[in-house]
Nanobody
Framework: QVQLVESGGGLVQAGGSLRLSCAASGRTFSNYNMGWFRQAPGKEREFVSAIRWAGATYYADSVKGRFTVTRDNAKNTVYLQMNSLKPEDTAVYYC???????????????WGQGTQVTVSS
């Protein structure tokens, strides 16, 4: 069982930045594929970004060039640096993990509790 704990959400003005963190349990974090998703009120959950076990990164078109995903395997932590934030980035952000190296990009087995990000205009 993998436990994920997100932190770093908050209220920020448009154009500002936030860095989300997701700490994962488990001894084989380096083998996990990690993802970030978000869900705005009244909308379905959507993919934001992912970083694979080998380091490849992926982004939704809506955040490309503004968000950066990184991981620190020594700390069992994945980060999402969010710059140039827009009001439409407002959502609950979820961290996700899958312990299978070759799982499809949008397939995850474990989810965090979420952290709220609110961007004011």
């Amino acid at each position: 069982q993998v436990q994920l704990v997100e932190s770093g959400g908050g209220l920020v003005q448009a154009g500002g930045s936030l860095r989300l963190s997701c700490a994962a349990s488990g001894r084989t974090f380096s083998n996990y594929n990690m993802g970030w998703f978000r869900q705005a009120p009244g909308k379905e959950r959507e993919f934001v970004s992912a970083i694979r076990w080998a380091g490849a990164t992926y982004y939704a078109d809506s955040v490309k060039g503004r968000f950066t995903v990184t991981r620190d395997n020594a700390k069992n932590t994945v980060y999402l640096q969010m710059n140039s934030l827009k009001p439409e980035d407002t959502a609950v952000y979820y961290c996700a993990a899958v312990a299978r190296r070759y799982a499809p990009l949008h397939e995850y087995d474990y989810w965090g509790q979420g952290t709220q990000v609110t961007v004011s205009s």
